[in-house]
């Protein structure tokens, strides 16, 4: 099985653009959640989609947002970017919700994104 | 709220020796899943092993080993016989099974092999 994949891989951008990240699941996982890893932070939990509806939401600004489509495939989306935006954000599929079966989440490579 | 807290920045460890990286979490629940994930200079993330909290029994995978202490709320991670392909960042994470919660890491521990 192919694992998860994410486009770009690198993003440079300006402060006050916008960026849209995709994010392609293993085959037949359901769930798809994003983090934003930086050296000062480590690994923030942003949001988490299942059946294309939102059913997680980390302490992030509006200008975070998401969403998935029914092939379950996710984009991310930041407006008014800021150079604080400057990270590397990981997609991470799994089976579903964790719910009573604590599955486990798979993770892409992560698209390193920098504004200047 | 779930905190998931690794002390030990960095650790070191002779290739072929066995390591320990500790972690503690703090948590009300009884239901919960733990997870060791590595993630090596190429970035990605790899999942190590799991523990579902209602086994009493400490996971292994090959190598890799865990220490659960549930009343602790400890879940350190043995590696065994060290290869320098271990060489990587460990995160330790939490996830509830009570509620559909977003998975908590820790900080990190940061791994070296010396050949």
């Known amino acids: 099985k192919a694992g998860v994949t994410q486009t770009p891989r690198y993003l440079i951008k300006t402060r006050g653009q916008q960026v849209t990240l995709s994010c392609s699941p293993i085959?037949?996982?359901?769930?798809v959640s994003w983090y934003q890893q930086t050296p000062g932070q480590g690994l923030q939990f942003l949001f988490e989609?299942?059946?294309?509806?939102?059913?997680n939401k980390g302490n992030f600004p509006g200008r975070f947002s998401g969403r998935q489509f029914s092939n379950s495939r996710s984009e991310m989306n930041v407006s008014t970017l800021e150079l604080g935006d400057s990270a590397l954000y990981l997609c991470a599929s799994s089976l579903g919700l964790a719910g009573r079966w604590g599955y486990e989440q798979y993770f892409g490579p992560g698209t390193r994104l920098t504004v200047t | 709220a779930q905190t998931v807290t690794q002390s030990q920045p960095e650790m070191s460890v002779q290739e072929a020796e066995t390591v320990t990286l500790s972690c503690t979490y703090d948590?009300?629940?009884?239901?919960?899943?733990l997870f060791w994930y590595k993630q090596p200079p190429s970035r990605q993330m790899i999942l190590v092993i799991r523990q579902e909290a209602y086994k009493q029994q400490n996971a292994t995978e090959n190598r890799f080993s865990v220490n659960f202490q549930k009343a602790a709320k400890s879940f350190s991670l043995k590696i065994s016989d060290s290869q320098l392909g271990d060489a990587a960042m460990y995160f330790c994470a939490y996830r509830s099974a009570e509620n559909n919660n977003d998975m908590r890491f820790g900080a990190g521990t940061r791994l070296t092999v010396k050949p």
């Open positions: 085959s037949g996982h359901r769930s």
């Open positions: 948590t009300s629940e009884s239901d919960y899943y």
């Open positions: 989609y299942f059946s294309e509806t939102q059913r």
